[in-house]
């Protein structure tokens, strides 16, 4: 079946670490990005890539950084510079034919905390 | 700045009933509309969606307005079923560019 899968579903991080959440899609969509949610706040968009070697800053990009080396692949890392990690991220993907009417799809999300 | 709005947290709706579920937007450029549908502790699924050249679009139960004058949709379920109850997140994307900006989504529960 072809989907987007995220890992691990639940992620703890200490003070001062870095972490890294998997995304991985097998749909051959061109565009992939990073969502955070938190309690009562939409989806606010993290970075996204259109592209392999490519990617953008979103809205919230401080303290994270990602790579796109695989057209399946986007890995977010959260950084100890990003003080403020709790919360629901989510993956997404889409076809990127420029027309802006592309839904995206979404993985089912990792819940990160700091211990 | 919040560009896309859904100034009602919450919804409560007979079974059977129809819910209504609003969303405002101020960015013009804007003219890609879509509604997605949350589970707690699961990814969004896309659920309808309507372009700027049109004022409705209807698939099953779900219907979704557009006004452009009033930079404002809506998304109509008909009737409501216990299965609808979630966070409905509406998002919109302006020509050319698949980048979403969310809501900050509407809870709709349904009492049976």
Sequence with gaps: ?115 | DQQVKQNSPSLSVQEGRISILNCDYTNSMFDYFLWYKKYPAEGPTFLISISSIKDKNEDGRFTVFLNKSAKHLSLHIVPSQPGDSAVYFCAASAKGNEKLTFGTGTRLTIIP
């Design chain 1, 1 to 115: 079946d072809g989907g987007i899968t995220q890992s691990p579903k639940y992620l703890f991080r200490k003070e001062g670490q870095n972490v890294t959440l998997s995304c991985e899609q097998n749909l051959n969509h061109d565009a992939m990005y990073w969502y955070r949610q938190d309690p009562g706040q939409g989806l606010r968009l993290i970075y996204y890539s259109q592209i392999v070697n490519d990617f953008q800053k979103g809205d919230i990009a401080e303290g994270y950084s990602v790579s796109r080396e695989k057209k399946e692949s986007f890995p977010l890392t959260v950084t100890s510079a990003q003080k403020n990690p709790t919360a629901f991220y989510l993956c997404a993907s889409s076809i990127d034919r420029g027309t802006g009417m592309e839904k995206l799809f979404f993985g089912s999300g990792t819940q990160l905390s700091v211990l």
